[in-house]
C-alpha cells in the first residue's frame, strides 16, 4: 500500500518562501516519477512539476520555472518542492503523487496514489 504525507504548507507573504515535503512508504517501483500539483479553490487541480526517482530528471510547467525546485532523497523516500518568490496566484493546495509507469505526464489521471494535500496562502 502507497502512502504519500505532505507537509510544509503554510501562510507566507508576496516574495517569500517555503518547502514542501512529500513523504512516500510502500513505493516499489524505481522507475516512477512523483509529481506535484495544486489547486486553488474553484479551479482544476493543475501540474506544476515531476521528478524521477530513478535520475532525478525533474520537469516544470512554465508558470513556476525559476521559482520552484523539486528535488528527492532516496533514502528518506521523500520529495521535496522549494517555492521561492512566492505569488498570491500560487495559493492552492498542493499535492504530491506517484505516477508508476511511462514518461512523466502533467495529466492528473496518469498518476496512481496522492496524498492528502497541503494547503498553501502566500498574501499580497
Do not use: H
Not at 101 to 124: I, L, M
Amino acid at each position: 500500500q502507497v502512502q504519500l504525507v505532505e507537509s510544509g504548507g503554510g501562510l507566507v507573504q508576496a516574495g517569500g518562501s517555503l518547502r514542501l515535503s512529500c513523504a512516500a512508504s510502500g513505493l516499489a517501483s524505481s522507475n516512477s516519477y512523483m509529481g506535484w500539483f495544486r489547486q486553488a479553490p474553484g479551479k482544476e487541480r493543475e501540474y506544476v512539476a515531476a521528478i524521477s526517482w530513478r535520475g532525478g530528471t525533474t520537469y516544470y510547467v512554465d508558470s513556476v520555472k525559476g521559482r520552484f525546485t523539486i528535488s528527492r532523497n532516496n533514502a528518506k523516500n521523500t520529495v521535496y518542492l522549494q517555492m521561492n518568490s512566492l505569488k498570491p496566484e500560487d495559493t492552492a493546495d498542493y499535492y504530491c503523487a506517484v505516477q508508476l509507469f511511462g514518461a512523466p505526464s502533467g495529466n492528473p489521471a496518469s498518476y496512481k496514489y496522492w496524498g492528502q494535500g497541503t494547503q498553501v496562502t502566500v498574501s499580497s
